[in-house]
Structures are given as C-alpha cells and as structure tokens.
C-alpha cells in the first residue's frame, strides 16, 4: 500500500514515518501555553500531539513520539472517537482553539476531527502545526478545515536538510508548501477582542547551533518571496536531546553571538510583525511526555 500524504511519497506500509493508516496514534491532548500568544491566550491552546513525524529530525524535541518507533505506552489515543473526545474536554478550559501537532502523516483525519467537533456543537478556531515539509495537494484538501497556519521553515541548504532530516528536497518543497498557505491566508493575522487569533499564518524558525547562515537565509527566502509583513516566530528554544549521538555543533546549546545575527539580519530584512523568543527559551520549552505537565 502506497502512501501519499506527504512529499516522501512512500510506495509500502510502514513508510518512512511508520505511522499506521489505518490506526491513528495520538500521545496526548494537551493544553498548551507556550504557544505564540495570539494562538495561546490565557489558558493556553488544546494541541493534539499526533506520534510518529514524516520529517524525522534527528535533533527533535518531541523525539520521543516523533520518531518511527514510538513507546506504546506513550501512545494514549488510538481512533478518531477517542480523539474528538479528548478534544472537546480539553477546550472545556482551554481557549476555544485547537492545534494540530505534526499531524501530516495523518492529514486524512482533520476533515472527520473537525467534523466530529462541529457536531457536538464546538467551532474552534484550528491551527495546522506542521514542519513545513508538505504537499501542496494536501494543503489544498484540508484548506476547508484549517483557519491558522503554523509552519516551521527549517532549511535553505539542501545539504543541511539531507543530514538533519533525510529530506534534500525540504526547501524546494517548503517553499511551494509555504506560497500555498500564504496564497490562502496572506499576511495578516486577525485577532478578536480578546486577542485570540482566528485566521492567518504564522511562520516559525528555530535557529540552530552553528547553522546561522541558514537561518539568515530562511529569513531572507521569507522576506524575498513571500513578504516581510508576515508574522515570524524566530525561536531561541534549541537543546541538545537526550541520549542521542548528534553531528556538526547539535550537541551544544545556540550561543548569544549567533542568535544576535539571526536577529540583526531579522531587523534588517524588515520583519515587525511576530515574535523574537529569549535566549534562555531552552530551559521552558522541554517537552516531559511521560508527566502530567507535559512542558517544564
């Protein structure tokens, strides 16, 4: 069985990401407040983190449910049922918003999540959080579903794509992935009165140790072909992962002198609207999927 719902284009089951098709995996629905604020609000975002990824990032965050072989035990929802439910008690005391977190390798199921939402009678604003390795096609078909953008923008050098995450092909394909969602929500960013956004894009990047070129040519791709009006969320949160045997400089955490050029070159590109984290960023955002508080 062949599979076509991300740019990998697998031709057998499992795939690249070993995600089941027929058997969703969810590892939590969890509410999120670290989220940029306009999708996070006061009591935080309800983000469905769906296991496995298509992208496979040796340096992950969440590698522990991203990866092709994720622990059963981390894994807590198993069908689409299970997560409408999951959903709708968490936005019982979230913002009436929900994330979806690296849902790609399961794009077939936000029409029938959303769907099962709006028929008990809930209407939240949905984020499509993504690592921007996606189809065009399949950003075209959950278009009807998604009201928010969340896209990282990872590379600009092939090379560096092909090392970090098997995927040489990750900036031509990101940039056709990110043209399509701003052609469907352009740069703004609407809020309501209480500040909570509910359409738009929102671009992120998260700034490697020892990779600013790259990152300078991210911002520079973004500024050059889609707008410096969009909002970017230029993230400082890199940590080295646990147990995990890293090349180039992963292994060590961004200085304060590299972060400070990506930031120049993100003032002099013209950028102002978004989102510029803290260096010290790495110490929150530490993903804990085995607790209760699932970010310390």
Known sequence: MSCHKCPRQCQSQPGFCHSDSQRPEVAAVYAHTGE???????????????????????????????????????????????IVDATAQSLSHTENIVGLVSATQYSDLVA???????????????????????????????????????PD???????????????????DVAALALKEMY???????PTDDDGMAFRGLIVRHLVLPGQVDNSIRCLEWL?????PNIYVSLMAQYFPPEGTALPDQLGRRLTADEYRRVTDAF???GFHRGWVQELEAAETYKPHFEAETYFK
Do not use: M
Request: aromatic letters at 10%; glycine letters at 4%.
């Open 36 to 82: 940029e604020p306009p999708i996070s609000g006061r009591r935080g975002i309800s983000n469905i983190f769906f296991a496995h990824c298509n992208l496979q990032c040796i340096f992950c965050q969440n590698h522990r449910i991203s990866r092709a072989t994720v622990d059963p035990e981390l894994v807590a929802l198993h069908s689409i049922d299970e």
């Open 112 to 150: 029938p999540i959303v769907e099962g939402l709006h028929q008990r009678g809930l209407y939240p604003t949905v984020v499509y959080n993504t690592n921007g390795y996606e189809s065009v096609e399949v950003l075209r078909q959950i278009a009807p579903y998604i009201d928010i953008y969340l």
């Open 153 to 171: 923008y990872k590379y600009s050098d092939a090379d560096i794509a092909r090392r970090y995450s098997n995927a040489a092909d990750y900036p």
């Open 183 to 189: 052609n469907q929500k352009g740069s703004s960013l």
């Open 223 to 227: 500024a050059d072909n889609l707008s």
């Open 267 to 269: 003032d002099s590109l």
